[in-house]
C-alpha cells in the first residue's frame, strides 16, 4: 500500500494498482505547488472526512472532470448537490458502515473537528498578514459559511496487509473505539497553538506502528499558516522512541 500527499488534506492511498483520494483541495495560495483537477479526477472515488471548504470545495471540478463517487457525511454531500454534483455521483455514508471498494476494506469511524484554542484564533487576527490580506480573509469567511462542518468522519483502510487510519481534523470523539496499532497513522497538523503536546495524546491512545502528518502548509493565508513539524518529530523521537514520523513532500509517494 502506498500513500501520496498532494498538499492540505488532499492525500491518496494506492494498492493493488487502483487507488481512493480523500479530501481534494487546490491551494488557493499562489506560492504552493498544486496537482491538476485531472490528476486527482484520475484517482478514482473520493472519500471525505467533513464539509468545510478546505475539503469540499473542488470536489464539483474533481468530480466532472472524472468517473470517481464521492462517500460522505449528509451535510457534505447537500453542499454538493448545491453545487450541481449529480446524486449519482454520491454516495452518503455514516459511522459503522464497512464496505469494500476494489482492494481496499474501509470502515468509517465517528470524529469530531479540532478545537481552535485562543491563543492560535489571536494571533491569527492580530497578525500583519491577516490586516495586508484582509479582502482574501473576507472571502475564506464566506466560503466557511457556504461549507458547513457536518459530521466528521474517520476512516480505517485495509489492503495487502497493511492498514491505515486516516483523520481529516486533529480530534477524536472520546466515546468511539477506534482500531489501534495500524501500521500507519495520518495526522492533520494545523489548527492549534499547542500542537506539538496536543498531537501526543493521538499516540498514546491509538499507538500506531508510524505517524504520516499532513495539512501543515499554508494553504488558505491568511487564516492557515505553515506549521514547523521539526519541534514534533523531535518530540516524537524523545518520547516514543522508534516511531516512525513521516513529513511527505509534495506528491511523494511513501510505502506504508
Same mark, same amino acid.
Given at each position: 500500500m502506498e500513500i501520496k500527499w498532494f498538499g492540505t488534506a488532499a492525500l491518496s492511498i494506492s494498492s493493488g494498482g487502483e487507488s481512493i483520494l480523500f479530501d481534494p483541495f487546490l491551494p488557493l495560495n499562489a506560492e504552493l505547488p498544486a496537482p491538476s483537477i !485531472? !490528476? $486527482?479526477?484520475? $484517482?478514482?472515488d473520493i472519500f *471525505?472526512?467533513?464539509?468545510? @471548504?478546505?475539503?469540499l470545495m473542488h470536489v464539483p471540478q474533481v468530480v466532472q472532470a472524472g468517473e470517481g463517487v464521492v462517500y460522505c457525511c449528509n451535510t457534505a454531500a447537500e453542499s454538493l448537490y448545491r453545487e450541481g454534483v449529480p446524486e449519482s455521483r454520491v454516495a452518503v455514508i455514516k459511522p459503522g458502515d464497512k464496505f469494500e471498494k476494489g482492494p481496499f476494506e474501509i470502515t468509517v469511524y465517528r470524529g469530531v473537528h479540532i478545537r481552535f484554542d485562543l491563543p492560535l484564533i489571536v494571533k491569527t487576527? *492580530?497578525?500583519r498578514r491577516c490586516l495586508s490580506n484582509f479582502s482574501a480573509l473576507r472571502v475564506l469567511l464566506k466560503e466557511s459559511k457556504r461549507y458547513p462542518e457536518g459530521e466528521v468522519l474517520v476512516y480505517r483502510i485495509a489492503a495487502g496487509g497493511k492498514s491505515v487510519l486516516h483523520m481529516g481534523s486533529l480530534n477524536l470523539d472520546s466515546s468511539e473505539e477506534y482500531p489501534a496499532g495500524m501500521d500507519l497513522l495520518t495526522l492533520p497538523f494545523q489548527g492549534r497553538s499547542d500542537l506539538n503536546s496536543y498531537a501526543l495524546q493521538f499516540i498514546e491512545r491509538l499507538k500506531p506502528k508510524a505517524l504520516y502528518l499532513h495539512h501543515f502548509d499554508d494553504? @488558505?493565508?491568511p487564516v492557515s499558516s505553515p506549521v514547523d513539524t521539526a519541534p514534533f518529530v523531535k518530540k516524537v523521537a524523545r518520547e516514543y522512541p522508534g516511531l516512525r514520523v513521516i513529513v511527505p513532500a509534495f506528491k511523494q509517494a511513501v510505502e506504508v
Open positions: !485531472e !490528476e $486527482l479526477a484520475a $484517482l478514482g *471525505i472526512t467533513h464539509g468545510h @471548504f478546505d475539503h487576527l *492580530i497578525s494553504a @488558505f493565508p
